[in-house]
């Protein structure tokens, strides 16, 4: 217990926090009945057991300064002088809490009795403990790379150009490149173009097999944002806005989302919300757009992939972003054996990696433990190719495995679609 | 002593009551909201209104995962909503002191159904309160003194039902005063706050286009 006098980190930390509470979270906070049942949906806590990874236990410092603000004993405690607003030390314990063990997957917020929404919160609180910089080395850096050199991982437009000229040359097609008056935008992940460049040859081919006009802008290209997952909304917004700004002047109809899950919350959900204006384009993710070229014929593929495959969905696409139907349609045209893992869909494991956790390296071990989960998911069907749709997760999944040593190959559903088409002969 | 629990201790409760829980629900709704730019997949006032009723209903996963929490609280709440508003004396008080008009009271043995519901149901979920380590963890003293209330105010009920003695009607009286004054300052709050949760979590699914 403290006093009422907060070293200038916690105050910093509790005034981010204060003025995140809104109506939600204060009825969040007030119906939250401790019935423990959120800890029973995240896999932190399953794999581990201990009690602290209990979701609605990492807002314990969101709860205080909501209970100091909010209520009537908060009130009556603080007024007395025995205030237990959280103190630095407090924060320096939570912050594991806080970032190594939340990935935001929000199955929690599906589980709990009352509707509380626990990822919202904890995104809401991570501001707090990004201003008071208690926040981990490995989101500090990539938020600083991703305004210093537009990329968390430090790629920049000459590398863009080399991956693209390295595709184009692997593909034989074009890639158009700052396009004026193309109809869709499309969207990179750092990630994609270091680790997955093959993402970029396989949308140059379907795309010129559905005759879609676009491009790829060197302004506005990383759909990855630090500012999300390290909780700070000012940087967030000037990430996004390169993207906004890169689309409007190309004057495209529309910006796809890349394979990657983070990426579509940021430029889909939270962009407009961050600019404080609506779009003059549609957001669309890759899926939901291959799903559309399916409905209307124009994805010809030939034969089906036949070995046995299951498909892990991206807890930003499908429970965050209600991307579930289309991939699986779209699985079921290019796959004769595809498996579902149970559970699935809206509530399927999260794979460990999201919300920034995959680029925090002191959470590497729990990282491991966590994905135990989906190791076993996967064991249990006996498949040997897993499929899923976000560059984040398929790091993430790949050195799960390699960890757990089996023997599963990880691709990207684009990937695979492009790999059938009937072009590709 | 029975005169001022039913008298003047009565209209107190009943006024620290109302007046509290419209203050939480005014300091709730006056906390804000940003309105969301984003273009929606479905309606978020639809989906909010949906998920209070819907989100009673555990998904399947969450069934296998805690079914004991998820048995022991429906029946303490199933229990405790067919004695508050289907027992025959509670009936008969609501029509002759706050309302003016009564309904159908449910029969004795349903009442007797749902009082072992409902005082099994919540000694279960004391004793997970005590005893599993993500609870210990997370409980603080409200989450006893409110369920500890809650439990008396039902014990006390059964016994006065026998009506064989005034006073122990007066006693349940008594808890229930207790009850209704510490609710707007406790977790108890849920009972009305549940359904602002559920509505806001609900709304936001809903608009990406999943049920929550
Ligand atoms: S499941 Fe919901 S009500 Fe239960 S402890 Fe977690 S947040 Fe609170
Ligand atoms: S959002 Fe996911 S990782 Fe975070 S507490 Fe909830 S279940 Fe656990």
């Not at chain 1, 989302?257 to 890759?286: M, Q």
């Amino acid at each position: 217990m403290n006093t009422n006098k907060l070293s200038d980190r916690a105050s910093s930390a509790e005034q981010h926090i204060l003025s995140r509470i809104d109506s939600r979270i204060a009825s969040f906070f007030s119906s939250c009945v401790h019935c423990g049942m959120c800890a029973e949906a995240c896999h932190f806590y399953k794999e581990t057991g201990d009690p602290k990874y209990t979701p609605i236990y990492k807002l314990e410092p969101m709860r205080k300064i909501w209970k100091h603000h909010h209520t009537f004993w908060g009130k009556l405690f603080g007024t007395l002088g025995w205030s237990t607003l959280p103190d630095e030390q407090m924060l320096e314990d939570w912050q594991e809490l806080v970032y190594d063990s939340c990935t935001l997957c929000s199955r929690c917020s599906l589980v709990c009795p009352v509707g509380n929404d626990i990822a919202y919160m904890v995104r809401q609180q991570r501001e707090g403990f990004s201003a008071a910089g208690f926040a981990p080395e490995g989101l500090k850096g990539a938020s600083e790379r991703s305004i210093e050199l537009g990329s968390p991982m430090g790629v920049t437009a000459t590398t863009l150009l080399a991956t693209i000229k390295h595709q184009e040359k692997e593909c034989g097609i074009p890639i158009p490149v700052d396009q004026q008056g193309s109809d869709y935008l499309v969207l990179l992940s750092s990630l994609e173009i270091v680790g997955f460049p093959e993402y970029i040859g396989a949308i140059a081919r379907i795309f010129k097999q559905a005759d879609i006009s676009w491009t790829i802008s060197t302004k506005g290209f990383e759909a990855t944002n630090s500012g999300i997952q390290i909780g700070n909304s000012e940087i967030a917004r000037e990430i996004v806005e390169r993207v906004v700004n890169a689309a409007e002047s190309l004057g495209v109809k529309a910006v796809i989302s890349p394979e990657c899950g983070h990426a579509y919350t940021s430029i889909r959900w939270d962009a407009p919300n961050l600019l404080g204006r609506e779009l003059p384009f549609k957001v669309i993710h890759i899926l939901e757009l291959l799903h559309e070229l399916q409905s209307q014929g124009k994805l010809k593929t030939v034969g089906t992939f036949d070995t046995p495959l299951t498909y892990h969905d991206p807890c930003s696409i499908a429970r965050k972003g209600g991307v579930i139907k289309e991939p699986r349609d779209l699985l079921n045209q290019v796959s004769s054996d595809f498996r579902e893992m149970t559970p699935t869909g809206e509530m399927n494991w999260c794979c460990g990696g999201g919300g920034g956790v995959s680029a925090i390296d002191e959470a590497e071990e729990l990282r491991f433990k966590a994905f135990h989960r989906k190791s076993e998911q996967v064991n249990k069907l006996g498949v040997k190719v897993l499929v899923t749709a976000c560059a984040n997760c398929r790091n993430t999944i790949e050195e799960g495995l390699e960890n757990y040593e089996m023997d599963v190959e990880v691709v990207g559903l684009t990937e695979l679609i492009a790999g059938q088409l009937e072009s590709a002969g | 002593m029975i005169e001022f629990i039913e008298g003047p201790l009565w209209t107190f409760s009943l006024v620290v009551f109302c007046v509290g829980v419209i203050w939480r629900l005014f300091s709730i709704v006056r906390a804000g909201i940003k309105t969301d730019r984003a273009p929606v997949k479905n309606s978020g006032a639809a989906s909010g209104f949906k998920s209070i009723f819907s989100h009673s209903i555990p998904r399947r996963e969450t069934m296998k995962a805690s079914p004991l929490v998820i048995i022991a609280g429906y029946m303490f709440h199933i229990g405790l909503l067919i004695l508050l508003f289907w027992a025959a004396p509670h009936i008969r008080f609501f029509e002759e002191e706050l309302l003016g008009f009564g309904w159908t009271p449910a029969p004795y043995w349903l009442f007797m159904l749902a009082a072992a519901l409902a005082l099994t149901g919540s000694i279960m979920l004391i004793i997970r309160r005590l005893v599993d380590p993500v609870l210990q963890k997370i409980s603080t003293a409200d989450d006893y003194t409110g369920a500890l209330i809650t439990f008396m105010v039902m014990l006390t009920g059964c016994l006065a039902l026998q009506e064989s003695w005034a006073g122990l009607r007066a006693f349940h009286m008594l808890w229930v005063e207790i009850l209704m004054v510490y609710f707007p300052f406790s977790r108890l709050m849920h009972a009305f706050t549940f359904a602002f949760s559920r509505a806001y979590s609900g709304a936001m699914f809903g608009r990406r286009g999943v049920g929550a």
